[in-house]
């Protein structure tokens, strides 16, 4: 996620060096992406909620450093193309930050300087897009059978909460924990978690 004032955290995939799309090919799998049922549900639901979803809200970017994707307020998402090989990544990209984009959506007043609500909304970004489901832990070399899942969102959280300069060590670590399990219960616009 970025606002005007912090950067942007965005979301992580297991990446590598020289790998990735050209922006042709990335903006043909994020197009591809529009059909993916989830997808298309973030997108309903960002209407209903009256944040416009325009043609150019999901684009294909090269980036500087190692990161898949990012939401910048009033800009959109964008996709990493030079980060990505295989659909399912363009898909987790978007599905982890359109829920970054109805998050900021649907509260007005959401802050991403603030720890706690930064923590919030990556906390509801790992657990709803799947990003922590046991296959890509798996992929990424964590193996745990039990509470695989809330040690990877919690990993994560943290991982990106470094990303935002108003956000120390600590004061990301005190700002998950204290938003836990108000945010983690929080499926909207879900019925529970996908």
């Known amino acids: 996620m970025e606002d005007a004032a912090a950067p942007n955290s965005g979301s992580d995939l297991n990446l590598g060096k020289g790998r990735g799309r050209s922006i042709e090919e990335c903006q043909d799998m994020i197009q591809r992406s529009f059909r993916n049922p989830i997808v298309k549900f973030l997108m309903e639901q960002m209407e209903k909620s009256g944040c416009r979803v325009g043609d150019n809200f999901v684009k294909a970017v ?98 990106s909460l470094r990303g935002n300069p108003y956000c120390s060590e600590v004061a990301a670590k005190d700002a998950m924990e204290a938003v836990w399990d108000t945010c983690y219960n929080d499926t909207k616009p879900f019925d529970r978690a996908p």
């Open 62 to 159: 090269v980036c500087t450093g190692p990161v898949a994707g990012g939401f910048t307020r009033g800009k959109g998402i964008t996709v990493c193309s030079n980060y990505l090989t295989i659909q399912d990544e363009v898909n987790q990209v978007v599905i982890h930050e359109l829920i970054h984009a109805y998050d900021e959506c649907r509260a007005k007043n959401l802050d991403w300087t603030n720890c706690a609500h930064h923590a919030c909304s990556e906390i509801r970004a790992g657990h709803l897009s799947g990003d922590c489901h046991f296959k890509r832990e798996l992929l990424r070399g964590f193996i745990k059978l039990r509470g695989h899942e809330q040690e990877c969102i919690k990993r994560r959280v943290l991982k």
